[in-house]
């Protein structure tokens, strides 16, 4: 989505500064035509918007020492459109030879957003001097410390101006975020239930299965490895959003939350029954209807049967 974003704006930019792809063409004219004679134009593989490719691979065949295609003989589009592929490594590389093109604020805005998809900064006006690239450094430094300690990386985001100190805006981050260690980021929610909150309600779990439900949940907030008091916290968050992004499901098959509750452990026993190699009679769906009906009334037996395949088929709900 990142990449896509810059690309739409570079390609507005560009208009503007009159960088299409027939005033380009109008500019090199004289120095390609003095560079080497070109076929006929019915021979030559011409790109949309008329550039021609083909004298370009035409002398760089003749001129094999230089190696590829040199980005500054491309029109400004196709070379950002090439480097918008790269990641920060090898752009930083690309920089060395192409310093314009490679240090351009657009690529960097790219790779921020793609790597990072949320931060405060992005909705504030840039201050003074602003730099996409310096901001991807800082971000991946603050990575890298939130994974060594949570709460001195949340403190370095907010004393670089990069979040703002508000437990929606955290939330936010850590939802739009995959670089951080999933076992730091249990630490840290379950020190700071509030921001836990906020994460919840940012999860649309509209018209979706439980057990698949349930497994998205787990993705972005990890369970913990032992039963206790912070995995009764995380299903009971969970059956409450779940119901309310489901009232008419709710209604329809006469579930409440803690019906809900009661399900998703369940849906945990048995994936942990059905997956772990040192079970070796494993439970059978007939077992597994009757006990969830016996722990929550009212529930429909083709309900809790479909529940039992899905996770025979699909596997771990916590994984």
């Not at 021979?43 to 083909?54: L, M, S, T, W």
């Not at 003074?128 to 800082?138: E, H, P, T």
Request: hydrophobic share 35%; glycine share 6%.
């Amino acid at each position: 989505m990142g990449q896509g974003l810059w690309r739409v704006a570079r390609s507005q930019q560009l208009q503007q500064q009159g960088y299409s792809g027939q005033g380009y063409l109008a500019r090199e004219h004289g120095r390609r035509m003095a560079a080497s004679s070109v076929p006929s134009a019915s021979h030559r593989k011409q790109a949309p918007g008329g550039i021609d490719i083909y004298h370009l691979l035409k002398t760089r065949k003749s001129k094999e020492q230089e190696g590829f295609i040199n980005l500054e003989m491309l029109p400004p589009e196709l070379s950002f459109t090439i480097l918008s592929y790269l990641n920060a490594t090898d752009l930083c590389l690309a920089s060395c030879v192409w310093q314009d093109l490679a240090n351009d604020e657009l690529l960097w805005q790219g790779l921020c957003k793609s790597t990072w998809g949320h931060c405060s900064i992005y909705n504030k006006n840039p201050p003074l001097g602003f730099s996409f690239r310096k901001l991807y450094m800082q971000l991946d430094e603050g990575s890298l410390t939130f994974n060594a300690n949570p709460d001195e990386g949340v403190n370095y985001f907010m004393s670089k101006g990069i979040l703002d100190d508000s437990p929606k805006e955290i939330a936010k981050f850590i939802f739009c975020t995959r670089t951080l260690n999933w076992k730091k980021l249990r630490i840290y929610l379950d020190e700071r239930r509030d921001v836990l909150d906020d994460l919840v309600t940012l999860h649309n779990f509209r018209n979706q299965f439980l057990p698949n439900a349930l497994r998205e949940f787990f993705r972005h907030i990890h369970a913990p490895e032992e039963r206790g008091e912070y995995l009764e916290t995380l299903i009971t968050k969970f059956s409450h959003r779940f119901c309310a992004c489901n009232p008419d499901l709710m209604r329809e098959l006469g579930l409440s939350p803690d019906a809900v509750y009661v399900l998703c452990y369940s849906l945990i026993l048995l994936s942990i029954d059905l997956t772990s190699p040192h079970v070796k009679n494993k439970m059978s769906k007939r077992e597994f209807i009757r006990n969830t009906r016996r722990a929550a009334q009212n529930i429909s037996e083709d309900f809790v049967g479909h529940l039992y395949d899905n996770i025979y088929l699909i596997g771990h709900v916590a994984a």
